[in-house]
T-cell receptor
Framework: AQSVTQLGSHVSVSEGALVLLRCNYS??????LFWYVQYPNQGLQLLLK??????LVKGINGFEAEFKKSETSFHLTKPSAHMSDAAEYFC??????????????FGSGTQLTVLP | DAMVIQNPRYQVTQFGKPVTLSCSQT?????MYWYQQKSSQAPKLLFH???????NEADTPDNFQSRRPNTSFCFLDIRSPGLGDAAMYLC??????????????FGPGTRLTVL
């Protein structure tokens, strides 16, 4: 079974500092990996996805993630945090479901706080 | 803009009183999903439709039902809501392409309160 683990349920950074949110995956086949962001009382918005085309994936709002097979990791980074980045971030792996569609298996989420 | 729309955004119901949540999409996607998200937890898949084919997750309670009358609309029916069903309900859609890279697009969610 495929799964993801997000290390750190809460991360705090100062405005302008590097953001690093950690995600490790477990998969017996090449994984499809996603990062979503969720603002309070909102749905999930896709930040970026890895589909094996390139190991460094650039997403929206200045975020990027690097797929490292040797470390089974897909960490999310942003060089300089902004107050508007404060939100919940979910890493997910796409798996084949029992039906004909694909299922997302989510990590437990990381709440990012940006301090002024 | 093409999007996933959920109505209402906030729903209050009484214990045991049936409630229906609505989702519509203008993306013309084949697949529609319903997730339940409780406070400070990850979304949990309840079921999905691939076109008209319904796929229920093994641990989804019988209290939860779904209907998809056409490509654009999908409904979540909770027959007898309990206090434990209070949550954010998220609808998502995807094209349903081969492989796990199929991307899901989420609506804004409906926050359900059970009194």
């Amino acid at each position: 079974a495929q799964s993801v683990t997000q290390l750190g349920s809460h991360v705090s950074v100062s405005e302008g500092a590097l953001v690093l949110l950690r995600c490790n995956y477990s998969s017996s086949v090449p994984p499809y990996l996603f990062w979503y962001v969720q603002y309070p009382n909102q749905g999930l918005q896709l930040l970026l996805k890895y589909t094996s085309a390139a190991t460094l994936v650039k997403g929206i709002n200045g975020f990027e993630a690097e797929f490292k097979k040797s470390e089974t990791s897909f960490h999310l980074t942003k060089p300089s945090a902004h107050m508007s980045d404060a939100a919940e971030y979910f890493c997910a792996v796409g798996t084949l479901s029992s039906g004909s569609a694909r299922q997302l298996t989510f990590g437990s989420g990381t709440q990012l706080t940006v301090l002024p | 803009d093409a999007m996933v729309i959920q109505n209402p955004r906030y729903q209050v119901t009484q214990f045991g009183k049936p409630v229906t949540l609505s989702c519509s999409q203008t993306l013309n996607h084949n697949v529609m999903y319903w997730y339940q998200q409780k406070s400070s937890q990850a979304p949990k898949l309840l079921f999905h439709y691939y076109d008209k084919d319904f796929n229920n997750e093994a641990d989804t309670p019988d209290n939860f039902q779904s209907r998809r009358p056409n490509t654009s609309f999908c409904f979540l029916d909770i027959r007898s809501p309990g206090l434990g069903d209070a949550a954010m309900y998220l609808c998502a859609t995807s094209r349903g392409v081969a492989g796990g890279a199929d991307t899901q697009y989420f609506g804004p969610g409906t926050r359900l309160t059970v009194l």
